[in-house]
């Protein structure tokens, strides 16, 4: 049944945003700034960067957050994320300048902990500029794709949005935080190669999609269509 009452609380939804922004904070930090490469059958050598493997999660989170509760429930997921980022941004920038403590262990573990978390202001403005932007992207083109599709094909609905999104995310944050730093031609090849990996990690979890979403539908007696939204991406509320 069709969702057009006002919104009520739900049982998992708490709990989908404590996982999103999990995957979102552990992509960011352990792994957005690293560069890594595989060898690959007829592709040869792909470098990609080392958080694409996990990152595509959260978008996951997106699309079944939108399909189920509606674009206001992840633009608020997406705020969540978003102070998240900050946090951990300025939380790093204080723990790297703090004054070490004498010895030999502490200098080392200080030039670790600036070589892992004393990324550039490029860096941490582009990823959560591009978080930011490329999620309520993918969450507007779902809703979008939901009212005129009338909720039907939702795996081409997931896989487009998500296209669109990661085309937004892929482009801010490589050349934000990189352009100029890495070789141009390094940066557009990662920026190309992350975009078609995380679209493609997409396509692999459409049927793990059908299974919580479905799953969450049944158990939430909802299937919000955003007819009435209002898709300010600056609104908190619900």
Known sequence: MLSSVPRRQHRYYDLLVAAFVTVLLCSNIIGASKAAQIELPFFGTVVFGAGVLFFPISYLFGDIMTEVYGYAHDRRAVWCGFAALVF???????VVHLQPAPGEYSAHLQEGLETVYGNTW???????????????????????MKIASSGRHLWFRTIGSTAVGEMVDSSFFYFLAFYGIWPTELVIKVAVTQYFLKTGWEVLATPLTYVVVNF?????????????????PFKVKV
């Open 122 to 144: 490029r860096i941490v403005a582009g990823s959560i500029l591009a978080f930011w932007s490329g999620s309520l992207v993918n969450s507007f083109v779902l809703a979008k």
């Open 216 to 232: 969450l539908k049944r158990k939430e007696q909802e299937d919000f269509y955003d007819r009435n939204t209002n898709f300010n």
């Open 88 to 94: 951990a941004a300025v939380m790093a920038f204080i």
